[in-house]
């Protein structure tokens, strides 16, 4: 889906982060090559290229004094959750409930917040929760059990629930719960 690459044009040379087929960009499905296949390596090659050829609305400039060690979460769980924060149908500055607080869940959250939502965590790991906290989330809730899911998002919500929910744990009951948390006619995703 991404790369690394290094753009050389005398006298600059910068870091990028990209998609890495340009026909999938154009059509604004980014994960798929131009024949449509699902583009992670396995049917096409450039997954993993030396160099590729993008759009620039798919790049981001990666400033030189970044280390490519901390970066390397971004190119899944990262683009991942920031996928996720970014499809979310929910109004600016809403409230949305992150069902599953590990690693991908924890980009939710920092993602969410940095484009104006609302978070509330929800997870069965009271550290996972302490850590959400500590990456701005205003609660976070233990998923142990439906009913105090319900409650407590009642609670915080004043009875209407969440204006979206991103379920980021592969587990059918951070489903169920999410469900349960959003307001009418809201999304999970």
């Known amino acids: 889906m991404c790369a690394l690459f290094e753009y050389v044009s005398a006298p600059h040379r910068s870091r990028y982060i990209a998609s890495t087929h340009a026909a999938g960009v154009l059509a604004g499905n980014d994960q798929y090559c131009s024949s449509g296949k699902l583009n992670q390596g396995f049917d096409c090659d450039g997954f993993y290229a030396e160099y590729v050829i993008v759009s620039p609305k798919n790049t981001v400039q990666i400033p030189d004094n970044l280390p490519l060690e901390k970066l390397s979460p971004l190119f899944c769980a990262g683009i991942t959750a920031f996928s996720a924060v970014k499809k979310l149908d929910s109004p600016a500055r809403g409230l949305v409930g992150v069902?599953?607080?590990?690693?991908?869940?924890?980009?939710?959250?920092?993602?969410?917040i940095a484009m104006g939502f609302q978070v509330i965590g929800y997870d069965v790991s009271e550290a996972a929760r302490k850590t959400a906290i500590a990456r701005g989330a205003l609660e976070a809730i233990d998923s142990s059990h439906i009913e105090h899911v319900k409650t407590e998002t009642r609670r915080i919500t004043g009875g209407r629930g969440l204006d979206g929910a991103i379920v980021a744990a592969g587990v059918a009951p951070a489903y169920a719960a999410a469900v349960e948390a959003i307001g009418f006619s809201k999304q999970v995703s």
């Open 99 to 112: 069902f599953g607080l590990g690693g991908v869940g924890t980009f939710v959250v920092r993602f969410a």
